[in-house]
T-cell receptor, first 114, second 112 residues
Framework: EAGVVQSPRYKIIEKKQPVAFWCNPISGHNTLYWYRQNLGQGPELLIRYENEEAVDDSQLPKDRFSAERLKGVDSTLKIQPAELGDSAVYLC????????????FGSGTRLTVV | DAKTTQPPSMDCAEGRAANLPCNHSTISGNEYVYWYRQIHSQGPQYIIHGLKNNETNEMASLIITEDRKSSTLILPHATLRDTAVYYCIVRTDYNQGGKLIFGQGTELSVKP
Protein backbone atom coordinates (compact mmCIF):
# COMPACT_ATOMS: atom_id res chain seq x y z
CA GLU A 1 0.00 0.00 0.00
CA ALA A 2 1.09 3.58 -0.55
CA GLY A 3 2.40 5.25 2.55
CA VAL A 4 1.53 8.61 4.06
CA VAL A 5 2.46 11.29 1.54
CA GLN A 6 3.51 14.76 2.59
CA SER A 7 4.48 17.80 0.60
CA PRO A 8 6.52 19.83 0.23
CA ARG A 9 9.55 17.98 1.53
CA TYR A 10 11.37 21.19 2.37
CA LYS A 11 10.23 24.79 2.74
CA ILE A 12 12.17 27.97 3.46
CA ILE A 13 10.23 31.14 4.17
CA GLU A 14 10.82 34.53 5.71
CA LYS A 15 9.30 35.28 9.09
CA LYS A 16 5.79 36.72 9.06
CA GLN A 17 4.98 34.88 5.81
CA PRO A 18 2.28 32.21 5.64
CA VAL A 19 3.05 28.56 4.91
CA ALA A 20 0.98 25.43 4.36
CA PHE A 21 1.75 21.73 4.53
CA TRP A 22 -0.26 18.99 2.88
CA CYS A 23 -0.80 15.38 3.92
CA ASN A 24 -2.45 12.45 2.15
CA PRO A 25 -2.97 9.57 4.60
CA ILE A 26 -3.12 5.88 3.84
CA SER A 27 -6.37 4.95 2.14
CA GLY A 28 -8.96 3.86 4.66
CA HIS A 29 -7.21 5.35 7.68
CA ASN A 30 -9.80 7.48 9.39
CA THR A 31 -7.48 8.92 12.04
CA LEU A 32 -4.93 11.55 11.06
CA TYR A 33 -2.33 13.30 13.23
CA TRP A 34 -0.03 16.26 12.82
CA TYR A 35 3.16 16.30 14.87
CA ARG A 36 5.94 18.86 15.16
CA GLN A 37 9.51 17.76 15.79
CA ASN A 38 12.14 20.22 16.92
CA LEU A 39 15.79 19.43 16.40
CA GLY A 40 17.00 16.77 18.81
CA GLN A 41 13.55 16.22 20.32
CA GLY A 42 10.85 13.61 19.93
CA PRO A 43 7.74 14.46 17.90
CA GLU A 44 5.06 16.51 19.68
CA LEU A 45 1.38 16.01 18.85
CA LEU A 46 -0.36 19.11 17.50
CA ILE A 47 -3.76 17.83 16.42
CA ARG A 48 -5.68 14.61 15.89
CA TYR A 49 -8.57 14.07 13.48
CA GLU A 50 -11.20 11.37 13.47
CA ASN A 51 -12.51 11.56 9.91
CA GLU A 52 -13.14 15.28 9.39
CA GLU A 53 -13.53 16.17 13.07
CA ALA A 54 -10.65 17.54 15.15
CA VAL A 55 -11.00 15.56 18.39
CA ASP A 56 -7.79 16.71 20.09
CA ASP A 57 -6.26 20.08 19.26
CA SER A 58 -5.17 21.03 22.77
CA GLN A 59 -1.52 21.37 21.72
CA LEU A 60 -2.17 23.41 18.59
CA PRO A 61 -1.12 27.10 18.97
CA LYS A 62 -4.39 28.47 17.72
CA ASP A 63 -3.28 32.07 17.38
CA ARG A 64 -1.23 31.27 14.31
CA PHE A 65 -1.78 27.60 13.46
CA SER A 66 -4.83 26.15 11.75
CA ALA A 67 -5.65 22.80 10.24
CA GLU A 68 -8.40 21.28 8.20
CA ARG A 69 -9.36 17.86 6.91
CA LEU A 70 -12.11 18.34 4.40
CA LYS A 71 -13.99 15.19 3.43
CA GLY A 72 -12.03 13.24 6.02
CA VAL A 73 -9.15 12.37 3.72
CA ASP A 74 -6.38 14.88 2.91
CA SER A 75 -5.33 17.43 5.47
CA THR A 76 -3.62 20.81 5.44
CA LEU A 77 -1.73 22.46 8.28
CA LYS A 78 -1.20 26.21 8.02
CA ILE A 79 0.92 28.72 9.88
CA GLN A 80 0.17 32.41 9.53
CA PRO A 81 2.30 34.33 10.23
CA ALA A 82 5.37 32.15 10.70
CA GLU A 83 7.90 32.92 13.42
CA LEU A 84 11.55 31.93 13.71
CA GLY A 85 10.65 29.43 16.43
CA ASP A 86 8.37 27.53 14.05
CA SER A 87 11.39 26.06 12.28
CA ALA A 88 10.95 22.31 12.70
CA VAL A 89 9.91 19.13 10.91
CA TYR A 90 6.15 18.75 10.59
CA LEU A 91 5.07 15.13 10.48
CA CYS A 92 1.76 13.67 9.45
CA UNK A 93 0.63 10.20 10.51
CA UNK A 94 -2.47 8.09 10.02
CA UNK A 95 -3.99 5.03 11.62
CA UNK A 96 -7.18 3.03 11.89
CA UNK A 97 -8.74 0.73 14.42
CA UNK A 98 -8.13 -2.17 12.06
CA UNK A 99 -4.37 -1.91 11.88
CA UNK A 100 -3.38 -2.47 15.49
CA UNK A 101 0.12 -1.43 14.55
CA UNK A 102 0.03 2.13 15.72
CA UNK A 103 0.62 4.96 13.35
CA UNK A 104 2.22 5.19 9.93
CA PHE A 105 4.22 8.36 9.53
CA GLY A 106 5.10 10.34 6.47
CA SER A 107 8.61 11.64 5.82
CA GLY A 108 7.70 15.09 7.05
CA THR A 109 8.14 18.66 5.85
CA ARG A 110 11.23 20.45 7.07
CA LEU A 111 10.37 24.11 7.61
CA THR A 112 13.05 26.77 7.96
CA VAL A 113 11.95 30.27 8.90
CA VAL A 114 14.58 32.94 8.26
CA ASP B 1 4.41 14.22 29.23
CA ALA B 2 6.16 11.04 28.19
CA LYS B 3 5.75 8.27 30.71
CA THR B 4 8.96 6.43 29.86
CA THR B 5 12.65 6.75 30.68
CA GLN B 6 15.36 5.65 28.25
CA PRO B 7 19.13 6.07 28.15
CA PRO B 8 20.02 8.89 25.77
CA SER B 9 22.51 6.85 23.76
CA MET B 10 23.93 3.37 23.25
CA ASP B 11 26.53 1.70 21.06
CA CYS B 12 26.36 -1.77 19.58
CA ALA B 13 28.77 -3.78 17.44
CA GLU B 14 27.52 -4.86 14.06
CA GLY B 15 26.20 -8.43 14.13
CA ARG B 16 25.67 -8.42 17.86
CA ALA B 17 22.34 -8.14 19.67
CA ALA B 18 21.22 -4.67 20.63
CA ASN B 19 19.27 -4.53 23.88
CA LEU B 20 17.47 -1.23 24.45
CA PRO B 21 15.98 -0.75 27.92
CA CYS B 22 12.93 1.30 28.87
CA ASN B 23 11.43 2.12 32.25
CA HIS B 24 7.70 2.77 32.53
CA SER B 25 7.04 2.40 36.25
CA THR B 26 3.70 4.26 36.17
CA ILE B 27 2.17 2.21 33.37
CA SER B 28 -1.51 1.41 33.81
CA GLY B 29 -3.14 -1.95 33.27
CA ASN B 30 -4.72 -0.92 29.97
CA GLU B 31 -1.65 0.71 28.49
CA TYR B 32 0.45 -0.89 25.80
CA VAL B 33 4.19 -0.54 25.26
CA TYR B 34 5.09 0.60 21.74
CA TRP B 35 8.50 0.93 20.12
CA TYR B 36 9.25 3.15 17.16
CA ARG B 37 12.50 4.12 15.54
CA GLN B 38 13.48 7.14 13.51
CA ILE B 39 16.27 7.05 11.01
CA HIS B 40 17.77 10.40 10.12
CA SER B 41 15.53 12.57 7.91
CA GLN B 42 12.66 10.07 7.97
CA GLY B 43 9.43 9.81 9.92
CA PRO B 44 9.20 7.41 12.86
CA GLN B 45 8.70 3.76 11.91
CA TYR B 46 6.66 1.25 13.91
CA ILE B 47 8.68 -1.68 15.27
CA ILE B 48 6.61 -3.67 17.75
CA HIS B 49 4.14 -3.37 20.61
CA GLY B 50 2.90 -5.47 23.51
CA LEU B 51 0.67 -5.49 26.58
CA LYS B 52 1.83 -8.24 28.92
CA ASN B 53 3.40 -11.04 26.96
CA ASN B 54 6.69 -11.02 25.15
CA GLU B 55 6.35 -10.36 21.45
CA THR B 56 8.47 -11.12 18.41
CA ASN B 57 8.21 -10.10 14.79
CA GLU B 58 10.50 -9.93 11.79
CA MET B 59 12.20 -6.81 13.11
CA ALA B 60 12.67 -7.31 16.82
CA SER B 61 11.64 -8.91 20.11
CA LEU B 62 9.96 -7.14 23.00
CA ILE B 63 10.50 -8.42 26.53
CA ILE B 64 8.15 -6.97 29.18
CA THR B 65 8.83 -7.66 32.84
CA GLU B 66 6.18 -9.45 34.86
CA ASP B 67 5.33 -6.29 36.81
CA ARG B 68 5.24 -4.38 33.49
CA LYS B 69 7.36 -1.57 34.91
CA SER B 70 10.08 -2.01 32.33
CA SER B 71 10.77 -3.55 28.96
CA THR B 72 13.61 -4.30 26.58
CA LEU B 73 13.67 -4.09 22.82
CA ILE B 74 16.03 -6.63 21.28
CA LEU B 75 17.45 -6.35 17.78
CA PRO B 76 18.98 -9.84 17.46
CA HIS B 77 21.65 -9.09 14.85
CA ALA B 78 22.19 -5.36 14.56
CA THR B 79 23.30 -3.92 11.22
CA LEU B 80 24.58 -0.49 10.31
CA ARG B 81 21.11 0.33 8.98
CA ASP B 82 19.70 -0.08 12.49
CA THR B 83 21.47 3.13 13.55
CA ALA B 84 18.56 5.36 14.59
CA VAL B 85 16.75 6.95 17.52
CA TYR B 86 14.53 4.40 19.26
CA TYR B 87 11.43 5.57 21.12
CA CYS B 88 9.64 3.61 23.81
CA ILE B 89 6.05 4.80 24.31
CA VAL B 90 3.15 3.76 26.50
CA ARG B 91 -0.37 4.41 25.30
CA THR B 92 -3.90 3.27 25.88
CA ASP B 93 -5.74 1.22 23.32
CA TYR B 94 -6.64 2.94 20.07
CA ASN B 95 -10.34 2.58 20.80
CA GLN B 96 -9.83 4.42 24.08
CA GLY B 97 -8.35 7.41 22.30
CA GLY B 98 -4.79 6.44 23.07
CA LYS B 99 -2.19 8.64 21.48
CA LEU B 100 1.54 8.37 21.02
CA ILE B 101 3.49 10.72 23.25
CA PHE B 102 7.17 10.66 22.36
CA GLY B 103 10.02 11.21 24.79
CA GLN B 104 13.66 11.81 23.94
CA GLY B 105 14.42 8.25 22.86
CA THR B 106 17.70 6.34 22.74
CA GLU B 107 20.15 7.09 19.97
CA LEU B 108 21.58 3.73 18.93
CA SER B 109 24.85 3.71 17.02
CA VAL B 110 25.77 0.43 15.37
CA LYS B 111 29.48 0.33 14.67
CA PRO B 112 31.44 -1.92 12.28
Amino acid sequence: EAGVVQSPRYKIIEKKQPVAFWCNPISGHNTLYWYRQNLGQGPELLIRYENEEAVDDSQLPKDRFSAERLKGVDSTLKIQPAELGDSAVYLCASSSARTGRGYTFGSGTRLTVV
Amino acid sequence: DAKTTQPPSMDCAEGRAANLPCNHSTISGNEYVYWYRQIHSQGPQYIIHGLKNNETNEMASLIITEDRKSSTLILPHATLRDTAVYYCIVRTDYNQGGKLIFGQGTELSVKP
